[in-house]
T-cell receptor, first 113, second 113 residues
């Protein structure tokens, strides 16, 4: 079973601060996805990274896939209350015979106005 | 209207009762999934189906069964509910396995007393 550990599990910061969330595994993934989940809703895809070392930007959010494709990070610049939510990474090992996503343990982010 | 609809949204039941959670989708996707979400554990896969004639066990299928009645419908059953099945359950669909985005329903919160 592939495991994806996210850190920190909980993070509460002031509006305007920067933060980084990590997603780590000992397994290699062919791609990695990041989802955000708001209360009472299902997760919604933010981004998919597919190439080792890839960096993708989505407004104030920067996503990076590790060179070895075992880890990823999400950096938020100048956090806003609308960024509050549960952030989940999910690894796809379908190129290695596992045709389903493995989800991380989640980071619950709270931005204080 | 939501593309992936789950019913019921909330259910409280007693130990030993049979429970069915239903999922229907209007996205036209072949692939459907049932996940369970518990705090600190992320999303764990219960069962998945790649088409109407295909049913596969996920990592935590014990105590659950599923039925794929049509391309658009995928139901999850708990034959004899127990308290540790208290959780938030999500149905999801996808078009592709490799790097395919998952589209989630709004979740069904189940409490087993």
């Amino acid at each position: 079973t592939q495991l994806l550990e996210q850190s920190p599990q909980f993070l509460s910061i002031q509006e305007g601060e920067n933060l980084t969330v990590y997603c780590n595994s000992s397994s290699v993934f062919s791609s990695l996805q990041w989802y955000r989940q708001e209360p009472g809703e299902g997760p919604v895809l933010l981004v998919t990274v597919v190439t080792g070392g890839e960096v993708k930007k989505l407004k104030r959010l920067t996503f990076q896939f590790g060179d070895a494709r075992k880890d990823s990070s999400l950096h938020i610049t100048a956090a806003q209350p609308g960024d509050t939510g549960l952030y989940l990474c999910a690894g796809d090992a379908s190129n290695f015979g596992n045709e389903k996503l493995t989800f991380g343990t989640g980071t619950r982010l709270t931005i204080i106005p | 209207d939501a593309d992936v609809t789950q019913t019921p949204r909330n259910r409280i039941t007693k130990t030993g009762k049979r429970i069915m959670l239903e999922c229907s989708q209007t996205k036209g996707h072949d692939r459907m999934y049932w996940y369970r979400q518990d705090p600190g554990l992320g999303l764990r896969l219960i069962y998945y189906s790649f088409d109407v004639k295909d049913i596969n066990k996920g990592e935590i299928s014990d105590g659950y069964s599923v039925s794929r009645q049509a391309q658009a419908k995928f139901s999850l059953s708990l034959e004899s509910a127990i308290p540790n099945q208290t959780a938030l359950y999500f149905c999801a669909t996808s078009e592709l396995a490799n790097t395919g985005e998952l589209f989630f329903g709004e979740g069904s919160r189940l409490t087993v007393l």
